[in-house]
């Protein structure tokens, strides 16, 4: 069954660019109807969409992240990426991939259906 | 401040039900479909109901889901102790273009 797994940094200095990364196992990237989605939970707190990304390269952020976040995909290396820009420590959270079922036409009627493990991130000096 | 409204927390007993609301407006839930998420404790959300009252495979009939007008609702019956979770909802807000949830309910079984 298809699996996630997000990798990198748990530490990112005030500032820098937070890069995060979900290797998909178990099933192609490019097989279509998926969305590959970042969510983030800040410590004690509910989650927070911050964007997906079709195989075909389409993206869809968070309107109030937007103009921080980049959303990328690698279908040679089954991977699709996060960076934030500029980040802070209202930044420190609990990064989970998703992949996202249904479809983005007008509106977007998806459900997460598969989550990776989740990895913290925390921004400090 | 969630642009769904959840309550913060509901309890219930072994064996009994309980449903969770989740409240919305015309641009995400009155013309959307909700999704609904149990997290337990220390691990990732997991889907329970997409589409408003759809269960993915594996997930037994004990929960439910409905949706009227701007609110939609979780049930679950026969409530176990490993029910004990964090529950969310989620749907797209057309205003927003963006994917929402609610704030979270924490369900106790007592």
């Known amino acids: 069954q298809v699996q996630l797994q997000e990798s990198g940094p748990g530490l990112v200095k005030p500032s820098q660019t937070l890069s995060l990364t979900c290797t998909v196992s178990g099933g192609s990237i490019s097989s279509g109807g998926y969305y590959w989605s970042w969510i983030r939970q800040h410590p004690g707190k509910g989650l927070e969409w911050i964007g997906y990304i079709y195989y075909s390269g389409s993206t869809y952020y968070n309107p109030s992240l937007k103009s921080r976040v980049t959303i990328s995909v690698d279908t040679s290396k089954n991977q699709f990426s996060l960076k934030l820009s500029s980040v802070t420590a209202a930044d420190t959270a609990v990064y989970y991939c998703?992949?996202?079922?249904?479809?983005?036409?007008?509106?977007?009627?998806?459900?997460?259906?598969?989550w990776g493990q989740g990895t913290m991130v925390t921004v400090s000096s | 401040q969630s642009v769904l409204t959840q309550p913060p927390s509901v309890s219930a007993a072994p064996g009994q039900k309980v449903t969770i609301s989740c409240s919305g407006s015309?641009?995400?839930?009155?013309?959307?479909?909700v999704s609904w998420y149990q997290q337990l404790p220390g691990t990732a959300p997991k889907l329970l109901i997409y589409?408003?009252?759809k269960r993915p495979s594996g997930i037994p009939d004990r929960f439910s889901g409905s949706k009227s007008g701007t609110s939609a609702t979780l049930g679950i019956t026969g409530l176990q102790t490993g029910d004990e979770a964090d529950y969310y909802c989620g749907t797209w807000d057309s205003s927003l273009s963006a994917e929402v949830f609610g704030g979270g309910t924490k369900l106790t079984v007592l």
């Open positions: 998703a992949r996202a079922s249904g479809d983005c036409g007008g509106d977007c009627d998806i459900a997460f259906d598969i």
């Open positions: 015309s641009s995400n839930i009155g013309n959307n479909y």
């Open positions: 589409d408003n009252n």
